[in-house]
């Protein structure tokens, strides 16, 4: 009986329908293959589920060096640094602030980003000394003049700067990021532009 089943016309009806339903089944599945891999399997960065703020050192040349303050946005490739220090024994003053905005291209075990960032750098070493050529005349009550020097002022001819280029990060420990960056750095008002490295180090937490 089933072999005169299959000899007949009554079995190419059968299995063209047949054939057909395999073939759906096999796209349906290699669809549903592709949309279930994970976004870092098919090559697009991932994100984290909640916010990752981290506190750790940094040293640029274009958005800050000493304390470093971090949030990773949740379900975003965005993340916002913020660095600086204040730095003051006698006369020597030095204090810097600045912040990165970093956009990730792969985010994984490492991280690759895009980082643009900009800063301001304070330096006086107070070792200016008081001259005619630099201080302004006064006369005081005794009706001498004297020369005074603005002490004060910062002595960096680029004290702004505004960079942007590419950074990488990889695992330092548990719960710490090891951050190198290269940027074009734009140093202003002089107006040099010149690549410029930087290194962090963040201990993360949510």
């Known amino acids: 009986m089933t072999k005169k089943l299959f000899s007949n016309g009554f079995s190419?009806?059968?299995?063209?329908?047949?054939?057909?339903?395999?073939?759906?089944a096999m796209i349906s599945y290699s669809a549903s293959a592709q949309t279930a891999i994970t976004a870092g399997e098919a090559g697009v960065q991932r994100v984290f589920a909640n916010n990752f703020y981290g506190v750790g050192f940094g040293a640029s040349f274009v958005s800050g060096m000493g304390l470093t303050l971090?949030?990773?946005?949740?379900?975003s490739p965005v993340s916002f640094v913020v660095t600086g220090m204040p730095f003051k024994i006698g006369d020597f003053q030095m204090y810097n602030i600045g912040g990165e905005l970093q956009y990730d291209?792969?985010?994984a075990e490492t991280r690759l980003y895009l980082v643009a960032g900009a800063g301001y750098y304070y330096y006086n070493d107070g070792s200016n000394t008081t001259d005619n050529t630099h201080g302004v005349s006064n006369n005081n009550s005794n009706g001498f003049n004297t020369t005074t020097n603005n002490s004060t002022s910062n002595e960096l001819s680029s004290p702004f700067r505004a960079g942007f280029g590419l950074g990488y990060e990889m695992p330092f420990g548990r719960n710490v990021g090891m951050s190198l960056n290269l940027?074009?750095?734009?140093?202003?008002?002089?107006g040099d532009i010149i690549p410029t490295p930087s290194i962090g180090f963040i201990g993360y937490f949510r």
């Open 12 to 24: 190419k009806h059968v299995l063209v329908p047949f054939h057909a339903v395999v073939l759906l």
């Open 70 to 75: 971090k949030d990773h946005f949740a379900y």
């Open 105 to 107: 291209l792969y985010l």
């Open 183 to 190: 940027t074009f750095t734009a140093f202003m008002p002089s």
